[in-house]
């Protein structure tokens, strides 16, 4: 959003209201937080620490009200800002599209291997590796929200079979060929597994190396959704083993993904930069958005 305030600068100052963008590349720190925060009546979050430390030092100060922009909340501590009387929320339903268009677009490249042998042209050689056709094969999906959504649909075009998995699965009319199944039952089956799921407690390390030990040899691993939901110790390990055959991570353990990490060692896999979401029109709906958030929850 930082990138796009100078279109969204009349919002504010039609309404009389001063904004602060802080220089920085990523994340500011919660000391950073702390002291800037109590400066300011609202707060629209990104990927910063939002924990009960810093809620409560905007609380000591002026802070009234918090919107995170886009829809992971991992990084933020609702229960905190509401235990201090602070309205929060997310942007939810923003990215679902676009998210699900990556997932595809990683499904479909893993089963081609089009970014290997992209890779391996550009060195000056002419590979031919065997794919696999996606008609008829099994998604494992997990997470059935408006992300998980919007790619089983997609899925579903190319004739995939989708098994659904999520604790508060709703059967769409649309979507009446997905089926349902709760994790890890009938994992044996499939030839992709798909994270679109938020990041909770529960689910952390969700694949690991007793999830490898189920699935079926040779499966593929797509990730559009929080890194720490794969044990990536264990996902290492299952690459070398050929359990996995390959994985399409667009989120890691930490991010950046660390240079001297195995995982880079994998020409199979393809990796992404935590940039699922990033277009220009969903970056604009959820920027506009957050602020729209904001200002009611402020009153103005």
Request: hydrophobic share 45%; net charge negative.
């Amino acid at each position: 959003m930082l990138g796009l305030i100078d279109e969204f600068r009349h919002l504010f100052s039609e309404k009389a209201i001063d904004i602060y963008c802080p220089p920085v590349k990523q994340t500011l720190s919660v000391e950073e937080l702390k002291e800037l925060l109590p400066q300011f009546d609202g707060w629209i979050i990104g990927d910063d620490p939002a924990n009960a430390e810093v809620f409560k030092a905007g609380h000591q100060g002026k802070l009234k009200a918090a919107v995170k922009w886009g829809v992971g909340v991992d990084n933020v501590d609702f229960k905190a800002a509401k235990e201090l009387g602070i309205p929060i929320t997310n942007t939810p339903r923003m990215f679902g599209g676009e998210v699900a268009d990556v997932a595809v677009g990683y499904v479909i490249g893993l089963a081609r291997q089009t970014f290997q042998i992209d890779r391996e042209v550009r060195k000056g050689h002419w590979i031919k590796p065997s794919g696999i056709s996606l008609a008829g094969k099994t998604v494992a999906l997990v997470g059935f929200g408006d992300i998980g959504r919007n790619t089983a649909k997609r899925l579903l075009a190319f004739d995939l079979k989708v098994i659904a998995y999520d604790p508060y699965f709703q059967a769409q009319d649309d979507l009446n060929q997905v089926q349902s199944s709760v994790w890890p039952n009938r994992l044996e089956e499939a030839d992709f597994v798909v994270l679109t799921c938020a990041l909770t407690p529960d689910n952390y390390h969700l694949l690991n190396a007793d999830i490898f030990a189920k699935v079926k040899p040779a499966v593929k691993i797509v990730n559009v959704a929080r890194g720490p939901l794969i044990d990536e110790l264990a996902l290492i390990d299952a690459l070398s083993s050929g359990k996995v055959h390959s994985a399409a991570l667009d989120v890691f353990e930490i991010e950046p993904l660390p240079l001297d990490s195995p995982l880079r060692s994998f020409e199979q896999c393809i990796f992404g930069s935590h940039n699922g979401s990033n277009t220009v029109d969903a970056v604009h709906r959820a920027s506009h958005q957050a602020i729209q958030l904001l200002f009611s929850f402020l009153g103005v």
